[in-house]
C-alpha cells in the first residue's frame, strides 16, 4: 500500500495515551494511528452498504402476507373500538 506523510496537531495528554498504548502493543505511533485511521474507514464503507441496503429495502417494502391489501379500512377499526 502506498502512504503519504501528514503532520498533526495532537494535545500533548493524548499523544502521551498513544505512545504508552503503542508501546504496550509493541508498535509505532505512526502504526497505531495508521490502524485505527483504517478500522475507522472500513467502519464506515460497511456502514454506507448497510444503509445502501436498508434504502432498497425499504422502497421495495415488505410482504406482510396481506397481497398488498390492508386487512381493514381504517374506518372499519375504528368502529370496532
Known amino acids: 500500500m502506498d502512504t503519504k506523510t ?10 502521551h495515551e498513544l505512545e504508552r498504548i503503542a508501546a504496550q502493543r509493541r508498535i509505532s505511533v505512526s502504526q497505531l494511528m495508521t490502524e485505527a ?7 464506515e464503507g460497511r456502514y454506507a452498504d448497510a444503509k445502501r441496503r436498508q434504502v432498497t429495502l425499504l422502497k421495495q417494502g415488505l410482504d406482510l402476507g396481506t397481497g398488498g391489501h390492508p386487512p381493514s379500512s381504517r374506518d372499519n377499526l375504528h368502529e370496532r373500538g
Open 6 to 15: 501528514v503532520t498533526l496537531d495532537i494535545p500533548e495528554k493524548i499523544m
Open 37 to 43: 485511521l483504517i478500522e475507522m474507514v472500513e467502519h
